[in-house]
T-cell receptor, first 114, second 110 residues
Framework: EAQVTQNPRYLITVTGKKLTVTCSQN?????MSWYRQDPGLGLRQIYY???????DKGDVPEGYKVSRKEKRNFPLILESPSPNQTSLYFC?????????????FGPGTRLTVL | KNEVEQSPQNLTAQEGEFITINCSYS?????LHWLQQHPGGGIVSLFM???GKKKHGRLIATINIQEKHSSLHITASHPRDSAVYIC????????????FGTGTRLKVLA
């Protein structure tokens, strides 16, 4: 089944404790992206990747890191999480980044930073 | 002013009604997406538009590039259509960064 998977789905952590949210897709997509969703603000793009080893900042990259060493995986790293990073996070992928190909979204990761 | 504006923000309809959700944007775009987010949180892509009109079942999406406006129509609405509908645009700026509207929360009553 074609899908985007994220792990963990739920995470409660404390300020400053490094964490990684994994994202994997099995559709051989070139474009992958991370978004956060907050009440009243909607979805905002954190980072995106056009292909392996090619990443770029979205609108809210501060406090996050990403890497794209393999085509299928695009982990999101919070080196020192803070309470303002409490949010619902979505990973998404599409065949290519240009021309607005259909995006496939993961199920979401609800992160709480205490 | 947000670059992508949706209206209305909230909408309650009776089952069977024809529903229209609007999206206006202020930037040049390569494509516009309509997304659906169910109460459980999952997001699915409904349409990708760069011109004209698309139809899938009871859903119809249109876009007017000159007026920078898109509409999502739901015919014969049903309670299972209750969800948040999100408009997203891919600007032609060449950065491949999406801009999202804040969503329209639709509730269809039986």
């Amino acid at each position: 089944e074609a899908q985007v998977t994220q792990n963990p789905r739920y995470l409660i952590t404390v300020t400053g404790k490094k964490l990684t949210v994994t994202c994997s897709q099995n559709m051989n997509h070139e474009y992958m992206s991370w978004y956060r969703q907050d009440p009243g603000l909607g979805l905002r793009q954190i980072y995106y990747s056009m292909n392996v080893e090619v990443t770029d900042k979205g609108d809210v990259p501060e406090g996050y890191k990403v890497s794209r060493k393999e085509k299928r995986n695009f982990p999101l790293i919070l080196e020192s999480p803070s309470p303002n990073q409490t949010s619902l996070y979505f990973c998404a992928s599409s065949l290519r980044g240009d021309y607005g190909n259909e995006q496939f979204f993961g199920p979401g990761t609800r992160l709480t930073v205490l | 002013k947000n670059e992508v504006e949706q209206s209305p923000q909230n909408l309650t309809a009776q089952e069977g009604e024809f529903i229209t959700i609007n999206c206006s944007y202020s930037v040049g775009i390569s494509a516009l997406h309509w997304l659906q987010q169910h109460p459980g949180g999952g997001i699915v892509s409904l349409f990708m538009l760069s011109s004209g009109k698309k139809k899938h079942g009871r859903l119809i999406a249109t876009i007017n590039i000159q007026e920078k406006h898109s509409s999502l129509h739901i015919t014969a609405s049903h309670p299972r259509d209750s969800a948040v509908y999100i408009c997203a645009v891919l600007p032609t700026s060449g950065t491949y960064k999406y801009i999202f509207g804040t969503g329209t929360r639709l509730k269809v009553l039986a």
